[in-house]
């Protein structure tokens, strides 16, 4: 399948400051990527997704401002969380979308674990 | 009523035994069918796609599709230790470029030696 992958695979920072997490397409082009978050136990959390040169359709909920969203080129989206505070600690993953003749297909990066102390 | 709905398990099946995994969703303009695989820690991994009525084979792992019933299942034969994860289940709704992917909240399947 369609390889994409993300980076840092996981990160400690501090409270009040910004962590940048980077999705990129390895062998396709992608003009959208998903992100989602994921608590622990708890089901996959769309937050926004990211469309190459255009704004982040952002899910209700989730504050723009705090996650900002860039997808500046057809392999690379990022994901910027403004701020950080403990209560972000969370798993996020990127994912692409593959158009094909028979349909779409979704595929996800190996996530990044973040953990704000 | 939830888009997509799983029961969340845990499922437990014996090693060699085949596993059944089911799925069923609200949408009937729903078009793309997906199941994915996630362990523990890790992201989800795509394991099959199936987009008409019938069955999809794959190495151990067969994909059915009813549209009529709205159902989608996935059958894991031989069944490893290997195989324990939580499978999600995951459906296109609608027929616009535009439509989001809906995920199940998962089955959790557990193969016992």
């Known amino acids: 399948g369609a390889v994409v992958s993300q980076h840092p695979s996981r990160v400690i920072c501090k409270s009040g400051t910004s962590v940048k997490i980077e999705c990129r397409s390895l062998?396709?082009?992608?003009?959208?990527m998903f992100w989602y978050r994921q608590f622990p136990k708890q089901s996959l959390m769309l937050m926004a997704t990211?469309?190459?040169?255009?704004?982040?359709?952002?899910e209700q909920g989730v504050e723009k401002d705090k996650f900002l969203i860039n997808h500046a080129s057809l392999t690379l989206s990022t994901l910027t969380v403004t701020s950080a505070h403990p209560e972000d600690s969370s798993f996020y993953i990127c994912?692409?979308?593959?158009?094909?003749?028979?349909?779409?297909?979704?595929?996800f990066g190996p996530g990044t674990r973040l953990l704000v102390l | 009523q939830k888009e997509v709905e799983q029961n969340s398990g845990p499922l437990s099946v014996p090693e060699g035994a085949i596993a059944s995994l089911n799925c069923t969703y609200s949408?009937?303009?729903?078009?793309?069918f997906f199941w994915y695989r996630q362990y523990s820690g890790k992201s989800p991994e795509l394991i099959m796609s199936?987009?008409?009525?019938g069955d999809k084979e794959d190495g151990r792992f067969t994909a059915q599709l009813n549209k009529a019933s709205q159902y989608v299942s996935l059958l894991i034969r031989d069944s490893q230790p290997s195989d324990s994860a939580t499978y999600l289940c995951?459906?296109?709704?609608?027929?616009?470029?535009?439509?989001?992917?809906?995920f199940g909240s998962g089955t959790r399947l557990s193969i016992r030696p």
């Open positions: 994912s692409a979308l593959i158009l094909s003749p028979q349909g779409r297909t979704q595929y």
């Open positions: 062998d396709f082009q992608a003009t959208t």
């Open positions: 990211s469309n190459e040169g255009s704004k982040a359709t952002y």
């Open positions: 949408d009937r303009g729903s078009q793309s």
């Open positions: 199936i987009y008409s009525n």
């Open positions: 995951a459906v296109i709704a609608g027929y616009s470029s535009a439509s989001k992917i809906i």
